[in-house]
Structure formats: C-alpha cells, structure tokens
C-alpha cells in the first residue's frame, strides 16, 4: 500500500478510507463520460479532516478530486490523474437560516432541494434550481455553477453566493465575502471560487443570499409551426417590459420522443414549443398572461395553452421533465451538451444545428432554457459503435465553434471539466487562458487539486470513447 | 473473448447502458442511505456489474453489493430512463450463483431448501407448526455458501418472539378448498395462497378468504400451487424459480377465474411478472400472460368488487408501511390507504417516506440481519414520529419485521402491527346491503 494511504488510514477511521476495488470503481464516474480510478477515495465529514487531506496529498503530491453525489455533466468530479476521491457526499447536513438577513448557512453536503424545503418555512427561496436540485449537493452545484430554468430571471449559483469557506489546495482555511449583501473588500475570491469546478480548494461552508418566495405562478405554452418564430416571440417577450422565471423550449424531435414515450397530449406536429412561466403578484400575473398571449399571437402562435389550474400546468411542465429520458429511447447514449448563445441568436443557432446534425447525420435533438439563451443540443448514439462516436466528436466540436462564433459561451450551466478543455482557447484566446492558469498554479503551487480539468493539456482532444 | 461474451450476456450486459448515471435513484435506495457509499446505490451496482461484465473488475468484486441490495425496486421508480434494474440484479445473482464453488454439504442444504423446503405445504405446514425460523437455520448454511464476508448470527431468538401462535395441525387440515358466497358470486377468485403466509400466517390467510366471500366471490385453492419463486430468483436460483413459475402457471388455468388474488406484496410482485420469464411470443410467454392479467392484490380487489361495509369501529391511530413490491413493482398505493380509511374510527397518519424499505426483504434480514436492522432503524424513526398504535403492512416479511421494530424498542405492549387484512377483519365487516 502506498505511503500516502497509510497515512490516511492511521488518521481517519476505518470506513472513510475506501480502497476496496469495488469502492473504488464506484467513485470513477459521472453523469459524464470516462472512466478513471483512483487510488483512494476519503469520505470527510468535518473541515478539519479535509485539511488534513489537504495537507497530507500536498506533502506527497497526490492528485485530489472533490466530488458531491457525481450528478456532474461535465466530468467535474473525474479523478483523470488518480490519487484521492474526496466524497463530500456524507458530510452532516446544516442548514442555518437567518430570516432577517435573508441568508442560510450551508454545509458543503447539503443537498440543494433541502435548502429550499427548509427557507420555504420563512416565506423565502433560494432560487438556482438545476433539474438535479434533489439529488445534488450544493458543494457540487457551488464547485461547477449550476443553473436550471430559472436562471432567466433569477441568474445561477454565483448570484447567491455572498460567503465561502474554503479549504486551499496546500492546506489552509481561508474565508472569502461575508454575511452582508454589499462587500467590496478586496478581490472577490467568492466569485473565482464558484464555478472553478474544484480546481482551487474543497467548499466547506456557504453563505447564501435567499429571497420572498414569489406568492402566485402561471404557465403558458405557445405552438410555432416555424422555429425563427419561437426565437422571435422569445426575444419580444423579453423586450415587452415582461420577465418569466422560466421560458423552456423544445424541437419537433423532442416533442415527438416525449409523445411516444409518455403521451401527455403535446402537438407532434408543431416546430417548435415554448413553456413559460410567470411569477411574482397575482394581479401583475394576471395582466402579464395577456400580455405574453397577445405577443405569442402577433407573432404567429398556432396555439396557445393557458392552463386553469396547477394540475394542467403540472401536466406542461411534466412533459418537459420527459424529454431527458424519452430522448433516451432514440439511442442508449446521450451526449448532453449546454452550448449558450446570446437571446437574439437563437433562431441562427438552430439553423446551425440543423445544417450540423445533417452533416454529420446525427440523432440530434435541441431542446432548453431558450430565454436565458441556453440550448441543450443532445446527440443521441451508441458509446459502443466506435464509428458514429468518431462523428459524434467532430460534430460536438462544431457546435461549440458555432455557439462561440455567435458570441456565445462553451457552457450555460453545466462546467468544462474534461469535455470542453480543449475548446477553452477558442472563446477566451490564449493570453486570457493563461490568466486563468497563473491564477490556478498561484492558488495550487503543486498541481494536486483536480488536475486534468477546465485547462487543456498540450493537443488535448474531445475524446468520447472510453478505449 | 467468446467466454466475456457468455458472461456479458448472463450479466444482462446491455441493460446497463440504459442507465446514463444521472444518479437521481441514490436518494431512493435504502441502503445508500444507511451505508453511506455509492457502492451501495443502485447507480453503483450498475456500474459494477458492467465494469465485471467488461472484465476490470472481478465477479468476487461484486459480490457484496449484489447480496447486500435489498431488491426493494424503489429505484426503479424514481428512475428516469426505466432501467430494468430487477432484470440486472436478478442476472448478477445468478452469474455469481453459477460461479460460486460450493462444498458437497452446502449444496445439499440448498438443494433441500430451494427444491423441497420452500416449494412444499407439507414442509410449510410443519414450518408454521410453530418453530419454523429453527427449522430454517439451513439459512445459515446458505448464508454461509454465499461467502458473506461479515456473517451476522442469525439471531433466531429475536424472530422467534414476533411469531404469532400457530393454529393446530387438524385446524390447517380442514381448510376447505372451495368457498361459496351467499347468493350468484359476484367473481370467482383463485387464491394464491403463498408459502411464508400460509405457514406463519395461515390465519390471516383464513381472513382474506373470509373478506372475498364477504365480498361475494367464488374462492377457489387451487391444489396444486406451489411457491411463487421469488425466494428462489433472490438466491440467484432463476432456473428453478422458472419451475415453480410452469407450475404455477399450470395449476391456475385449470378452471375459468376471473381474478389470482395474493396477500403477499412480495409474492404478488413475482406472480405479475411471470411473462419475463419466458421469450415473447412461445406458447409458455402466453399463458403466463393469461395468468399475470388476472393476477391481483387483495386490496385491489376489495376495492374492485366494493362489496363491504364495516359495522364495529376500530377507534385506533394507525400508520401505513407500504410494501416494497407492492408499490415499486405492482404498483398498487391507493387502494390499501382506500381500505384503511373506509374503517369507521380508524385514522390514518402517514409517516415522512413510507415507500422507504422497512428491511424484511425476503431473508434479507436472516442473511444480513445488521444492516437489516440499521434499515429498520431508519424506518422506526419515521414510524415513531406518527406516534401510531397500529402498524399496518401488506406483506409477511414486513409484518414480522415491523413487529421485530415495535419488541425492538421496546413497544409491544403499545403499538401493534396488522396485515390490512387483520385490520378489516377487526371491524366486522358484513356484505352491504
């Protein structure tokens, strides 16, 4: 056994340092792609013992990835140098509400629907809400910078983080924002902190900012014969004074998976499918329906939905929840990606979707939080069938090239990890990358904290095929 | 190559790729919970068994996280893809069943067990003439055959309290086999009678006759049922349990009923899926379909025939266990909670995450009674906050385990467990009028 591990093993207690094969196996994978196994994985339950992890990896320069409940699309939580799984995952769930502030206090394993199911009591939200919100930690969601529907009018993580805890790479604790909403002390190390996808230090504890829950919610869906017209009624809406929590789309492609997989009554017909929802007052609701049926109407809707009560709008936003897994039947293997362009692009994003998936001749089916500019391009294949996996790269590559060419970014939600490393260069040039990278080794002299991610390795490719 | 092959197919290779390890199944499986690693999630025993059936892992690897699942099927519920996880499982235990090198001892207890024990009334009814978990202790032969790597003693004593008292053998003898209502039947109904059931709990059995011809069916025993096979495809024995099944099978075609009713969510969970078993479109696959159609849970079909109305008020707090089976593979969660609160007095509370296995499953907790009890203890925490004095529970293993729960924390004299059948039966049920 390595030195490194023994070491471990004499400081933690038996059941934290898993080395079995089985364990380990088990902590090499994502919701992602590849497969890597590591040495060890620790299961930490308190800062302290995440500094000791710390120290000890540093001392022996043994790699360290952070890894939540591994929910991650991106790779994040891949351990692709070996070395240690640090599983947050059963660290003791704390949530430390304080009303009159409007802020919570979590610890690192929390799991995010939790937070809202315990700020509800007090009236307040907490607004990120990735589709994974019940499953993942928000150790994790904090490390890759969740997002989810709603981050159209509510932003993503970031913009609810105020306070971080942090463990550093060589082993220190350090504290970053504070408790207040307004700070503008110093650099804003919270902001560097999220979404560096665990490649600067282990979270231990946030502070984060809620809000009232907004007191009444309706749902609308709107039917498009034509795609550039749902991206046109996205972009007047938006313009019109009105600001949904939640425009969500979805192609003809996706419709159509979702109506053979669990019939909910969508049109199989329609190009296109806007859901939205309103929030805030029930009289500003009310005027805003009208107004949102009425712009939906002058641009050519072929229909519209307003459903009467929370069973039928229930139903709407159900059939969207299906889309993952019905799409799931088309072929076993999803290539999930979150490509974002800026709100008037859309429609020319769609249009170089089609001419990509053509090229390539890909199951490709685009749905997602069209108000935020955020597609969810899904190319469904087979991980098996080396051959079409080969196209499916090339035509991943392609997309991205065609989200940053737009004036858009390589990910809206999801991280970089491994997937898109090689593409950073391509959106931030390579001065801007190398900013990036001084910043990294200044925080981690030594390399060790989730080496392998977000910075591309000397001709590193998108790979999708574990062999 | 051609051996990997073999292996891939037996492991139901290509059924894990339907998982895309989103991992929205963890926060569902009870033991994930209890013993806190993906190891132990359904979404890490998928991935076990493809990386063994892709030979980086070895089957010895497997091994532990195949045993220690319960099979409680909660994750296929929640399951966003519908990954055939029971068909997963079920190919892991078999392959590492068939890889297992047993002593010549081990495989006659198994043999006995398996092929005589289980599958005969007449050991059942010796079973149930009062010491059948003593009897039993081939279990721990079994146990031991499986190369459990911490063996629990089996704890016999503790079950042995929460046994109800067994009728006399000339009592079990009388039973009649064909039961007339008053008046035209309104069904006839073929009895699945079970083996747990019908040995340790043959009153309740009684009971649920009694209800159905209250009710106003025809109930018919037919005479020669024998065990559903789910114990069997637990143990990985999936050639015998597919015996049982034609057996079965055969004996309730015989005459024109309309329903197979069971008592027993576990073994109701295997009677409905008996079609898996055999290729789509054999002539075996057709009569299994002809019987699964009418396989139905008591309470299903109490509800169906809605025939009942209840005269003595059962003035009780009572909470709900689901079973497993019931919910996560029949899929039958409203007519019990139905039932329950068609009972004049009776109010129903139900506890924070009732479709959490209470961990009987099967012999689960004979063969891994620690972590059994780790399960149960969650379960308690949850059923104590309800603050109940009934328990009620549709399933022999979770009867006895929720009654193992109550004598645990030291509740026996307060809180009752019933099967939904006992609770019935509590408020004098009578045809409407």
Known sequence: MKEWINELNSFFSANQVLTEPADRYSYSFDGSFGEYLPDAVVQVKTKEEVVHVMKTANRYKVPVTPRGQGTCLSGGPLPVKGGIVLDTSQWPASIDVTPDDLIAVVSPGVLTASINQEVEKYGLTYPPDPSSAHVSTIGGNLAENSGGPRGLKYGVTKDYVIGLELVTPEGEIIKTGGRTIKNVTGFDLTKLVIGSEGTLGVITKATLKLVPKPPAVQTLMAVFDEVELSGKAISKTLTSGILPSKMEFMDQASVQAVENYKPSGLPVDAAALLMIELDGRAEAIKAEVIQVEKIMKELGAKDIVVPKNEEEAAKIWQARKQVSPAIAKIKPTKVSEDATVPRSKIAEMMERLKVIKEKYNIELVVFGHAGDGNLHPNIMCDKRNEEEMIRVEQAVGEIFEAAVELGGTLSGEHGIGTMKAPFMEQELGSAGLDMMKRIKDSWDPNGIMNPGKMFPERDQKLVLRNE | ?433
Not at chain 2, 200 to 224: C, D, R, Y
Not at chain 2, 365 to 384: A, F, Q, R
Request: proline share 5%.
């Open chain 2, 1 to 433: 190559m051609n051996d990997l092959k073999t292996l891939q197919e037996k492991l139901q290779y290509d059924k894990t790729f339907d998982c895309v390890q989103c991992g929205y199944c963890l926060p569902a499986c009870p033991t994930y919970e209890t013993m806190e690693k993906e190891t132990h999630s359904p979404r890490g025993r998928i991935n076990l068994v493809k990386m063994a059936a892709e030979g980086k892992t070895s089957l010895e690897d497997l091994e532990e996280p195949i045993e220690k699942c319960l099979g409680c099927m909660a994750c296929t519920t929640v399951c966003p893809t519908n990954v055939q996880y029971g068909a997963i499982l079920e190919g892991a235990k078999e392959t590492l069943e068939d890889n297992k090198e047993k002593s010549k001892r081990s495989e006659k207890t198994e043999e006995f067990l398996f092929r005589s024990f289980f599958p005969s009334s007449k050991w059942m009814n010796r079973l149930g003439n009062a010491t059948w978990l003593y009897q039993a202790t081939g279990l721990q032969k079994v146990a031991r055959s499986l190369c459990l790597t911490a063996m629990a003693p089996l704890h016999l004593g503790e079950f042995e309290k929460v046994i109800p008292s067994q009728p006399s053998p000339s009592k079990r003898k009388k039973r009649l086999q064909r039961v007339e209502p008053e008046g035209t039947p309104a069904a006839k109904i073929a009895f699945f009678t079970g083996c747990v059931m019908d040995s340790v709990f043959f009153e309740i059995n009684q009971q649920t006759i009694e209800l159905m011809k209250l009710s106003g069916a025809e109930v018919i025993l037919p005479e020669h049922q024998t065990c559903c096979g789910a114990l069997h495809a637990h143990s990985g024995k999936v050639g015998l349990s597919k015996e049982l099944a034609m057996e079965n099978i055969k004996a309730f075609e015989d005459e024109n009923i309309d329903y197979i009713v069971n008592n027993a969510g576990g073994c109701g969970a295997r009677l409905i899926e008996y079609d898996h078993l055999f290729e789509e479109g054999t002539k075996w696959h057709r009569r299994a379909k002809a019987f699964t159609e009418k396989v139905k849970d008591i309470s299903e079909v109490l509800v169906e025939l809605d025939a009942l109305e209840f005269s003595a008020p059962v003035e009780k707090l009572v909470t709900y266990q689901p079973s497993c089976h019931m919910t996560n593979v029949q899929r039958v969660t409203k007519p019990p909670r139905q039932l329950i609160e068609q009972v004049p007095g009776v109010k129903l509370r139900e506890m924070n995450n009732p479709d959490f296995c209470c961990g009987s499953a099967g012999v689960y907790n004979i063969v891994n009674y620690e972590d059994s009890m780790e399960i149960l203890n969650k379960k308690m925490e949850d059923v104590n906050k309800t603050n109940p004095e009934v328990i009620v529970t549709t399933n022999p293993g979770c009867l006895l385990q929720m009654k193992l729960g109550v004598e645990r924390e030291g509740k026996s004299g307060e809180v009752q467990a019933f099967h939904l059948v006992e609770l019935l039966m509590e408020a004098s049920p009578r045809p409407k009028k």
